[in-house]
């Protein structure tokens, strides 16, 4: 059984006891999660698509860890002008424990 969500702007299939790192969200680690918009959800021969999400399926999951991933390094350059802009960035984010369908 798995199911595809949408989250943060992304799209994810998600099965349970899979993990998802996806975008930040609010609550602390041992919170209980709800994705609610369910695209599709299939389990075996059973499919079902909404158009574009599903009214009667949702996603429980908890979350395990909030944190940052590794540094990225953003540069800026322009030759002949000496001009150049060295920036990092962490993006936050949240890991979820997919626990159960509900289709």
């Known amino acids: ?4 969500i949408k989250t943060g702007g992304k799209q ?4 349970p006891g899979d993990e998802l790192k996806c975008e930040k969200m609010k609550g602390a680690v041992g919170d209980a999660v709800i994705f609610e918009q369910v ?6 021969e059973d499919t079902k698509v909404g158009r574009p999400f599903l009214e009667d399926s949702k ?6 860890h909030q944190g940052r991933n590794r540094k ?3 540069m800026k350059y322009k030759k ?3 001009y150049r802009r060295k920036r ?4 936050p984010f949240t890991l979820v424990k997919i626990e159960n369908i509900e289709a």
């Not at 990092?88 to 993006?91: D, E």
């Open 1 to 4: 059984m798995f199911a595809i």
């Open 88 to 91: 990092g960035h962490r993006q």
């Open 80 to 82: 002949r002008k000496g």
């Open 59 to 64: 996603v429980l999951g908890r979350i395990t």
């Open 39 to 44: 695209m599709f959800t299939s389990h075996g």
């Open 72 to 74: 990225l390094t953003v």
């Open 12 to 15: 994810y299939r998600v099965a």
